[in-house]
Every structure is written in structure tokens, then in C-alpha cells.
């Protein structure tokens, strides 16, 4: 587990951010353990307060329950993964449309090597 | 309180063990050099009676005339036995210094980890104070085994008719020196030892001034104890001063100065604690 | 809380602290950080009582300093403050006959994370093992806050990353620590609270991620802009 940290964000979003891809990305199944705060804080060399910060904001957002005196575990509840899967995307999908903004090109062509990338990287992971 | 007594004994038990090798080195250094002594000494007068005898073919009792009859107390009169406590007492002198210098000097700092002892820090103070005393007894202790183990080695090396029989004890009390150092006058030892605590008291005031204010501090300590002696030294000087002999009688200047003494002393210990406490700086 | 409230404090003519006034809290770990002068170690040193303050009060949970303190606050030092002939075993002893807060079982936890040799003797020992020496004397006692003075100065880039660990282990746990440094960067992620001093005075006391969020700067850019501007 090695995170590069941005110095000028806040790290309790930078961690929360770390989870939510592990999440999306299914390298962390529903209902798994989560590293305790210490550990964590331990292994990312970061202030345990901070960890504890990600963790109750992560809380909050139901993306980790914690049952009194057991160590977190990620959510099973469909509704809040979707919901994660979702602002996911939508997130990236602003990201990149913002990114090709200054470029004048119809969508269809865009579409088309939206396709031809996912292709590639797709044969690359095998 | 059964506490503190205990971090004391600790405390002391470690500073002991910091100035064995010092202490070691001093009690051997008497003992070797007053057990020259107590060779060398006998045998060169023999030598020279010796000498005497041969050149003048002369008899003991006209050689005893000459040069005089050789007793321990002879012996104890040299360098052989004065060097080495002349050398014990400025040891330990400079050991009273050392033993607060050597915590902020050289690499380590260990004023602080002493400061930082959970302790009244006059126990650490105590801890110094006594292990010097402990030194001043060890090095007289050291000084009386010796005088008991010359006393057979002189009266062997002296043929009868030079060694003027004079008992151990006699030669002790006829020396001056043994006087002050040795428990033979229970009144001289209690003066003796009570001027060298109080002496010691200052000492540690004078070195504390220093830790706590630097330079300002010795000019600070320096007056400090010429105001100390000055007190101290003045009723002593008083009848001289004012022409007048009878002014006090010799158990009245006995009191005053006990009183002066012990003022002396626990105001230095009183500075002490609030510079130790409250002024020192590591 | 450590607290100092308006300390001043002179070194013959040159004031080092001319007012300074702070928190250091439980469970936090604050940094004080300038980029030169003594005034840090001062300071530190002050809290212990290891040196008098002219003006000014400093309080441990609203006590001053006494003998029994030094059971609830450490201080480590970046001297070597054991005696050199001692083997760190003998140090350990040491402690452990003198301070009720020693803790054996974390002492040789410490000595194995550390990876320290108990029969070495410390004037033996590399400057980075006896910096590591220092932080094990104060570490394993079971105290509230620990005062730590330029933990990384002069210390080679392993044992830098092996102390920068302490920070977010166990070691630490729930205890106030109050740290000096002039070099942050490596630490920036490490700390709740900065203190910026210079010349005897605070700039500027704030909470590092607080200033990410609010004001999306590091600390280094926040240093940038006090010694600079």
C-alpha cells in the first residue's frame, strides 16, 4: 500500500478518495475488513487523527460501518456502491469533458475512441 | 518520606560507585607512598649510623648523640606521609568541583537526565554532598590501616639501640596533623570536620551560582564566600583588632562561632535549594 | 495541555523569547518549527525547568513543573543524555530504578522495533543509534506528553525514516507530542499543529490539515509566505 500524498489537499480526502477507487474498483469487497486507524496511519505515515477524520467522514457517507469494538468493514449495502459507482464516474466523465472542452469534435468520434482505448488497456491488464 | 530516603541511598549508592576508581586510586597512592616511606626513611638513617660507625669506629651510644633516636613519629614527620594527604585533601577538592562539572561536560549531557529524575532535586544534591564526605573518612580510614601496618615495618628496619620505644599511639598524638584528621580529640575532629562541611556547603553554593547565572555567577560566588570567611574569621581577629585581649572568653568565642558556622551553612543550603530548583541551567 | 502564556527570556543582553504563548494538546502531535535561533530548544527546555523563564507562565494541565511531573512529561533531547560507559541495558536499569512511569514491556518493544543491541555501550554506539537511545528513554515511559528537540538533525536518511515512524505508531498513541524542528517537509503529513517562531516570537500557530482545506496551502507554503513576506 503506497499512497503519494498532495501536500495542498487535505489528506483525510486524500485518503477517502484512496478507499473509494479500492471500492469501486472491487480490490476491496463489500463486507471487507478495513486496516485499523493505527495501521493505516502507520503504513500511509500520516497523522492517526487524520485517519480517524477520513474514517467518520467515510462513516458518514455509509461507505464503512463499525460495529462497537470490531474493526470496520466496507459497506454491503447496494444502494450506497451504486451510489459510490456512480459519482464515480460522473466525477471522471466532468473530469475528462472538461479536459477536452477547447478541442471543437463531434461526440461520435469521441465515442469512438473512448471504445478503442478501453480496448487496449483491456488487453494490456491480460 | 521512606521514599525519598530510599532515592537517596540509590542515588548514592551510583555517585559512590562514579568515584570508586578516583577514590581506589587515591587509598592506593597513600598506601604506596607512605609504605615507602616507612622503608626508606629507617633504612637511610640506618645508613648513616652505619656510615658513622665504620668511619668513626665509634660505639650506638656516641652514634645516638650524633644523629639522635629514630622513632615512628620521625617517620610520620616526612613528606612520605604528609605528601599523600596533602594530595588526598586537594583530590577530593577538586572531586567536589568535578562532580558537578562532569554532568555538562564532554559528550553527554547527563545534567538532564538527572534534573529530570523524579526527585527533590536536593537529593541529588545530598547524594554529591555525602559521597565526598564518604571520600574525606575512606581517605583517613585509609591513612590509620596504614599507620598500623608501618608501625612493625619501621621497628624492624631500626636496630634496638637507635629506635626510641614510642608507642603507636604516642607517635600519633605527639603529630599535629593527626590531630586535625583523626578522631583522637573528639572536640578538635567536631570543629575539624564541622569547618570542612560548612566549607563544602559554600563550595557546592559557589558552583551552583555559576550553573545558574554563568560569569555574573562566580563574581557572585566569589563575594559570597569572602563574605562567608570574613564572618566567620572576624571574632577571631576581633580582640586583635581592638587592642583588647579579654574581650571573650575562649568558650564564648566557641559559641560564637558555632552560631556563625552554622549560619554559614544553612544559608548556603538554602541558596542551594533555590538555585537547584528554580535557576540552574543545563 | 501544555500551556505557555507570554514567556520571556533572556540570554544576558539578547532576548531569545519575547512573549510567546501556545498550546500543545493531548493526543496531538504540534510542531514548533523556526529556521534558526535557539529559541525552540529554549523553550523546551523552559517547560522541563531546565532553564528559568524571566517573565511568563507555563503550565502541564494547569500544573507547574515539579519533581513528580517528570512521571507525565518527557523530554528527549538531541544530546546524548545517559552516561557514555553505560550499555543501553544499564540505562534501561537505570530508568526503570528511578521513574515509577518505566515501562519494561514497552522499553523492549522499542528496542526491537529500533533493532538496538542491549550489551552495546552508548559511546560505542553510531550517532543514529544513540539518537535512537534517547528516544527509547523517553518513549518508554508512560507518560502524557513527550518533548522531543530536532529529532532528525545530523541523523542519516534510514534512522530519519525509522524515527518519522514513531510518529504514527503505537509509541505514540493518545500522548501529546511536542516536537522542534527546521526541517519539515518530510514530516508535513505527521502533524496536527504548527508553530512558526522566529526571533522570539510566534508568526503564526495553526492546524496543517485545517490549512490544506481552508486555505489549500502546505505548511511549507505557509512558512514561505511568513519568513518571506
Given at each position: 500500500m503506497n499512497?503519494?500524498f498532495?501536500?495542498?489537499?487535505?489528506?483525510?480526502?486524500q485518503?477517502?478518495?484512496?478507499?473509494?477507487?479500492?471500492?469501486?474498483?472491487?480490490?476491496l469487497?463489500?463486507?471487507?475488513?478495513?486496516?485499523s486507524r493505527r495501521?493505516?496511519?502507520?503504513?500511509l505515515k500520516i497523522n492517526?487523527?487524520?485517519?480517524?477524520?477520513?474514517?467518520?467522514?467515510?462513516e458518514?457517507?455509509?461507505?464503512?460501518?463499525?460495529?462497537?469494538?470490531?474493526?470496520?468493514?466496507v459497506t454491503?449495502d447496494?444502494s450506497?456502491?451504486?451510489?459510490?459507482?456512480k459519482?464515480w464516474?460522473?466525477h471522471?466523465?466532468?473530469?475528462?469533458?472538461?479536459?477536452?472542452?477547447p478541442?471543437?469534435?463531434?461526440?461520435?468520434?469521441v465515442?469512438?475512441?473512448?471504445?478503442?482505448?478501453?480496448?487496449?488497456?483491456?488487453?494490456?491488464?491480460? | 518520606m521512606?521514599?525519598?530516603?530510599h532515592?537517596?541511598?540509590?542515588?548514592?549508592?551510583?555517585?559512590?560507585?562514579r568515584?570508586?576508581k578516583?577514590?581506589f586510586?587515591?587509598?592506593?597512592?597513600?598506601?604506596l607512598?607512605n609504605l615507602?616511606?616507612?622503608?626508606?626513611?629507617?633504612?637511610?638513617?640506618?645508613?648513616?649510623?652505619?656510615?658513622?660507625?665504620?668511619?668513626?669506629s665509634a660505639t650506638?651510644?656516641e652514634a645516638?648523640?650524633a644523629?639522635?633516636?629514630?622513632?615512628f613519629y620521625?617517620?610520620?614527620?616526612?613528606?612520605?606521609?604528609g605528601?599523600?594527604i596533602a594530595?588526598?585533601?586537594?583530590g577530593?577538592?577538586f572531586y567536589s568541583?568535578f562532580?558537578?562539572?562532569?554532568?555538562?561536560?564532554?559528550k553527554n549531557?547527563?545534567?538532564?537526565r538527572?534534573?529530570?529524575?523524579?526527585?527533590?532535586r536536593?537529593t541529588?544534591?545530598?547524594?554529591k554532598?555525602?559521597?565526598?564526605f564518604?571520600g574525606i573518612?575512606s581517605?583517613?580510614?585509609?591513612?590509620m590501616?596504614s599507620?598500623f601496618?608501618?608501625?612493625?615495618?619501621?621497628?624492624?628496619?631500626i636496630?634496638?639501640?637507635y629506635?626510641?620505644?614510642?608507642?603507636?599511639?604516642?607517635?600519633i598524638?605527639m603529630?599535629?596533623?593527626f590531630?586535625?584528621?583523626f578522631?583522637l580529640?573528639?572536640g578538635?575532629f567536631?570543629i575539624?570536620?564541622g569547618?570542612g562541611?560548612v566549607?563544602?556547603?559554600?563550595?557546592f553554593?559557589v558552583i551552583?551560582m555559576e550553573?545558574?547565572?554563568?560569569v555574573?555567577?562566580?563574581v557572585l560566588g566569589?563575594v559570597?564566600?569572602?563574605?562567608?570567611?570574613?564572618?566567620?574569621l572576624l571574632?577571631?581577629?576581633?580582640?586583635?583588632?581592638?587592642?583588647?585581649r579579654?574581650l571573650?572568653y575562649?568558650?564564648?568565642?566557641?559559641?560564637?562561632e558555632?552560631?556563625l558556622?552554622?549560619?554559614?551553612?544553612?544559608?548556603?543550603l538554602?541558596?542551594?535549594?533555590?538555585?537547584i530548583?528554580?535557576k540552574?541551567?543545563? | 495541555?501544555?500551556e505557555l502564556?507570554?514567556?520571556?527570556?533572556?540570554?544576558g543582553?539578547?532576548?531569545v523569547?519575547?512573549?510567546?504563548?501556545?498550546?500543545a494538546?493531548?493526543?496531538?502531535?504540534?510542531?514548533?518549527v523556526?529556521v534558526?535561533?535557539?529559541?525552540k530548544t529554549t523553550?523546551?527546555?523552559?517547560?522541563m525547568?531546565?532553564?528559568?523563564v524571566?517573565?511568563?507562565?507555563?503550565t502541564?494541565?494547569?500544573?507547574?513543573?515539579?519533581?513528580?511531573?517528570?512521571?507525565?512529561?518527557?523530554f528527549?533531547?538531541?544530546?546524548?543524555i545517559?552516561?557514555?560507559q553505560?550499555?543501553?541495558?544499564?540505562a534501561?536499569?537505570?530508568?526503570?530504578d528511578?521513574?515509577?512511569?518505566w515501562?519494561?514491556?514497552?522499553?523492549k518493544e522499542?528496542?526491537?522495533?529500533?533493532?538496538?543491541?542491549?550489551?552495546?555501550?552508548?559511546s560505542?554506539?553510531?550517532?543514529?543509534?544513540?539518537?535512537k537511545?534517547?528516544?527509547?528513554?523517553?518513549?518508554a515511559?508512560?507518560?502524557?506528553?513527550?518533548l522531543m528537540?530536532?529529532?532528525?538533525s545530523?541523523?542519516?536518511?534510514?534512522?530519519?525514516e525509522?524515527i518519522t515512524d514513531?510518529?504514527?505508531?503505537?509509541?505514540?498513541?493518545?500522548r501529546?507530542?511536542?516536537?522542534?524542528?527546521?526541517?519539515?517537509?518530510?514530516?508535513?503529513?505527521l502533524?496536527?499543529?504548527v508553530?512558526?517562531?522566529?526571533?522570539?516570537?510566534?508568526?503564526?500557530?495553526?492546524?496543517?490539515?485545517?490549512?490544506?482545506e481552508?486555505?489549500?496551502?502546505?505548511?511549507?507554503d505557509?512558512?514561505r509566505?511568513v519568513y518571506?513576506?
Open positions: 499512497v503519494s498532495n501536500k495542498r489537499d487535505p489528506i483525510y480526502l485518503v477517502m478518495q484512496y478507499f473509494k477507487r479500492l471500492i469501486v474498483s472491487g480490490e469487497n463489500p463486507g471487507s475488513e478495513m486496516p495501521q493505516l496511519a502507520n503504513q492517526p487523527n487524520t485517519v480517524q477524520r477520513a474514517y467518520s467522514e467515510m458518514d457517507q455509509r461507505l464503512i460501518y463499525t460495529e462497537t469494538n470490531r474493526p470496520s468493514r454491503e447496494p450506497v456502491l451504486n451510489q459510490l459507482k459519482e464516474l460522473h471522471a466523465v466532468s473530469t475528462f469533458v472538461a479536459a477536452i472542452e478541442i471543437d469534435i463531434p461526440l461520435n468520434d465515442v469512438h475512441l473512448i471504445e478503442e482505448k478501453m480496448h487496449t488497456r483491456k488487453k494490456d491488464k491480460q | 521512606k521514599n525519598s530516603l532515592t537517596l541511598l540509590k542515588l548514592t549508592n551510583f555517585e559512590l560507585e568515584l570508586s578516583f577514590l586510586t587515591l587509598m592506593g597512592l597513600t598506601l607512598i615507602a616511606g616507612y622503608i626508606y626513611t629507617p633504612t637511610q638513617y640506618m645508613g648513616r649510623i652505619n656510615e658513622y660507625l665504620t668511619q668513626n650506638a651510644d645516638v648523640k644523629f639522635g633516636h629514630f622513632s620521625t617517620v610520620t614527620n616526612t613528606l612520605w606521609i605528601g599523600p594530595l588526598g585533601i586537594s577530593l577538592l568541583v562532580i558537578w562539572y562532569r554532568e555538562w561536560f564532554g549531557t547527563f545534567a538532564y538527572l534534573l529530570m529524575l523524579p526527585v527533590s536536593m541529588l544534591y545530598f547524594s554532598f555525602i559521597v565526598i564518604i573518612f581517605l583517613i580510614a585509609t591513612q590501616v599507620l601496618i608501618g608501625y612493625p615495618i619501621v621497628s624492624a628496619i636496630e634496638s639501640p629506635f626510641r620505644e614510642l608507642s603507636l599511639i604516642e607517635s598524638q603529630n599535629p596533623l590531630l586535625f584528621f578522631p580529640d573528639f578538635y567536631v575539624v570536620n569547618v562541611f566549607v563544602l556547603l559554600v563550595l553554593t551552583l550553573r545558574s547565572f554563568g555574573k555567577g562566580i566569589i559570597y564566600s569572602l563574605i562567608a570567611l570574613a564572618a566567620v571574632p577571631l581577629f576581633l580582640p586583635d583588632l581592638l587592642n583588647n579579654y571573650l575562649g568558650s564564648e568565642l566557641m559559641i560564637i558555632t552560631i558556622l552554622t549560619t554559614v551553612g544553612v544559608l548556603s538554602f541558596m542551594s535549594r533555590h538555585l530548583n528554580k540552574i541551567t543545563v | 495541555m501544555i502564556k507570554n514567556v520571556h527570556k533572556s540570554f543582553r539578547k532576548q523569547l519575547n512573549g510567546i504563548s501556545f498550546t494538546n493531548k493526543g496531538e502531535i504540534t510542531c514548533l523556526g534558526n535561533g535557539v529559541g523553550i523546551l527546555n523552559a517547560i525547568n531546565l532553564t528559568p524571566k517573565k511568563g507562565e507555563i502541564i494541565d494547569g500544573e507547574t513543573m515539579s519533581p513528580a511531573m517528570y512521571n507525565k512529561v518527557a528527549i533531547p538531541d544530546v546524548a545517559m552516561l557514555p553505560m550499555t543501553v541495558h544499564e534501561m536499569d537505570f530508568m526503570k528511578y521513574y515509577s512511569s515501562n519494561c514491556k514497552r522499553a522499542i528496542v526491537r522495533f529500533f533493532r538496538l543491541n542491549m550489551t552495546d555501550r552508548i560505542d554506539l553510531s550517532k543514529g543509534n544513540q539518537a537511545v534517547n528516544l527509547l528513554m523517553g518513549l515511559l508512560d507518560v502524557d506528553y513527550v528537540d530536532e529529532p532528525f545530523g541523523i542519516d536518511i534510514f534512522t530519519r525509522q514513531v510518529f504514527s505508531s503505537r509509541l505514540v498513541e493518545d501529546g507530542v511536542l516536537i522542534t524542528t527546521h526541517e519539515i517537509q518530510d514530516i508535513e503529513h502533524l496536527d499543529k508553530v512558526l517562531l522566529d526571533d522570539g516570537v510566534i508568526y503564526k500557530e495553526f492546524n496543517a490539515e485545517e490549512m490544506r481552508t486555505e489549500g496551502k502546505s505548511v511549507v505557509v512558512m509566505e518571506n513576506g
